[in-house]
């Protein structure tokens, strides 16, 4: 037993320590979130999903279980308790496989690097011993800063940077004493290899090799179809995002989609897209610098119209079981960002970002809710928690997984 409290420390927007009970909560309200749930004990459909334990990954991984009533494995990288408490995602990926085995779900988790083929041999041991040898739904949700190339060895790290000229944009941060600050930030652009090296860990490449593990191995059921979550955004984060480094994997991300599609449709018939999912704070999404003003702005246009990530991935769902009609763009592309691009919200939002300052912030953007959204990452903020007793953090991995 190792029982403390555990008291919210942060750099930023980023924390030390996540707390166990917080982020079971979390899960727990993200579960009751998801809308005509599936029957408890029906067997749904076998599916995989990478990038299982955060973000949109995780929000996949519930509306999957709670709506779809998937069966599978959930793959993803984090750290167990030691010296300082397991990462927010060993404590969620807990809380996950505990609703799923008491609603009847066979799911599984796999722990390690999703880029690697260890664990790809891994996933496909349990798919042929445990789930009947046939996959009928792959979702694709890595963000990572590096990737290992399993065949050569060569390391590549991603960036955050802009394509042909430094970025300067408003950001929002806080003070020590939590006070918020609108300031002007600059970023270098891309040199030398940026653009490659960052195409290399956020593009397609992973995305097309576990399609291509998996069906050496004849473990696609025919009709498999499989979604990479990706982004577009708003033009005023288009330089740092869409147009910058992290676009051009994207941009790789949406070209291989494409290639997918048409080789699983002549092999399964099956099929390949792209989601583009809307904003919301995320560990991934806070480091883009803008990002956090701009996401604080939408949230004062919206409100309680945002859509959160658990409401996007149902849609999601329903979309790839044909529950609605999948509907791709011609770029091959679900859009179920439509709701934050729509032409009002983001005149309005671009009225408060023009003129957003230090002492005026307060009033253009929901700093409350994002800040609660940032704590809430790694399980603090959530109501019902009791921040001041001691709290296991010593959580065991879940049982029969990797």
Known sequence: MSERVI????????????????CRQLVDE??????????PGSEGPVALVIGSSAGYG????????????????????????????????????????RLAREHGRDMV?????AFGDAVKERVAELLAERFGGRLDFLVYSVAAPRRTDPDSGEVYSSVLRPVGAPYTTKTLVFDDEGAPEVKEVTTAPAEGDDVEQTVAVMGGADWERWIAFLAERNLLAEGFTTAALSYI??????????????????SHLEATARTLDERLAKTVGGRAV?????????QSSTAIPGIALYVGLLRGVLG???????????????????????????????????????????????????????????????????????RRLYGFSVPGIDYSAAVETDVPWPADAG
Request: with cysteine; proline share 5%; net charge negative.
């Open 274 to 282: 792209t989601s583009v999912n809307a904003a919301a704070v995320t």
């Open 109 to 113: 988790f796999v722990n390690g690097d």
């Open 233 to 250: 955004g708003s033009p005023l984060t288009a330089a740092i995002y869409r147009q910058g480094t992290i676009g051009a994997a994207k």
């Open 304 to 374: 309680d119209a945002m859509i959160a990530p658990v409401g996007q991935l149902v849609d999601l769902w329903d979309r790839l079981t044909g529950a609605r009609p999948l509907d791709p763009d011609d770029e091959g592309r679900v859009r179920l960002d439509t709701w934050e691009l729509a032409p009002g919200v983001q005149a309005s939002v671009a009225e408060r970002w023009a003129t957003a300052a230090g002492d005026n912030i307060a009033g253009l953007a929901d700093l409350d809710w994002f800040t609660d959204e940032v």
């Open 30 to 39: 993200m579960w009751e979130a998801v809308p005509g749930k599936a029957d």
């Open 58 to 97: 995780l929000a996949a991984t519930i509306a999957g279980l709670a709506r779809v009533g998937i069966r599978g494995i959930g793959v993803c990288f984090e750290k167990a308790p030691a010296r300082r408490t397991g990462t927010a995602g060993w404590y969620r990926t807990a809380a996950t496989a």
């Open 7 to 22: 008291a919210p420390k942060s750099r930023g927007f980023l924390f030390l320590d996540a707390h166990p009970g917080g």
